[in-house]
């Protein structure tokens, strides 16, 4: 899709990765509107960002992305592409995980693109023409240790996204999951990114994965897998997913260490 004047939700926003794609979104030509909970820093970007509109929304309801998508629709006076980047996620021993933070994380990760897809897909499917862009995760393919809730949510919005291009395989509303490795944001705290450390996990810098989310959305692309060796292991443990728990034992007993503490 060339997104030159067309019109986008994105969500996540202020976030680590979504300020980068919003100024790259504008700078080819889209008009935007900005969805996040960060009221002030969406301010501070739409301030520094011409043709944009900051939607200030709590995603973690069905009623808070019912109110958000229409002030989108509103302000857009329509929508062309849908671009589902919020998330949180949790580093912690299953036994340790708060249970509001597995229902918070259902909901922002999962439930959210959910409800907004279905929101604006009136729209796309009767203009005959609209994107859905989930970004999920590599743990939403290999089910990482200690990540359990996030990629249990990551899991099931690949899913969500490969059901969804399927039933819409005979309409112009095309949907495209993406699945990036470790980014260096806020969303890493530190105990996560001292862990990344100790096991040599790899990380990508914002700026690269960005890149790789805009020229996907330009591509047209239906399923990307960013950084080697994870979008190979990725093929690995749909096959072979004895062999990655034995290459992951290691890693995980160090990341234990991490979790606990
Ligand atoms: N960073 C990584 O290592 C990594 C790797 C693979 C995939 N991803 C995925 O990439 C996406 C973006 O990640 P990021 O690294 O840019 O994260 P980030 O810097 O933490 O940004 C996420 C944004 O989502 C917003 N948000 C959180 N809860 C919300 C809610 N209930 N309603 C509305 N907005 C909400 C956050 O607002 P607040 O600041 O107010 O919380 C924040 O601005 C996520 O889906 C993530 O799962 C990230």
Known sequence: MDVKGKRIALTGAAGGMGRLLAAKLVAAGATLAMVDANAEALQALAGNLNNTHAVTANLSSAEGCRVAAAECLQRLGGIDLLINLAGINSFAAFED???????????????????????????????????????????????????????????????????????????????????????????????????????????????????????????????????????????????LPRLVDKALAAQNRIARTFAKK
């Open 97 to 239: 995980e708060d249970p509001d933070k597995i229902e918070l994380m259902m909901h922002i990760n999962l439930l959210a693109p959910m409800w907004l897809a279905r929101a604006f897909l009136p729209t796309m499917l009767e203009q005959n023409s609209g994107k859905i862009v989930n970004v999920g995760s590599i743990f939403g393919s290999i089910g990482f240790a200690y990540f359990t809730t996030y990629s249990t949510s990551k899991f099931a919005l690949r899913g969500f996204s490969e059901a969804l291009r399927r039933e819409l395989a005979d309409t112009a509303v095309k949907v495209t999951y993406i699945a990036p490795r470790a980014v260096k944001t806020a969303m890493n705290s530190d105990v996560i990114m001292a862990m990344g450390e100790a096991t040599k996990m790899n990380m990508d810098a914002p700026d690269d994965v960005v890149n790789k989310i805009f020229m996907a959305i330009k591509q047209d692309r239906k399923d990307v897998y960013f950084g080697f060796p994870e979008s190979l292991f990725v093929r690995v443990n749909s096959l």
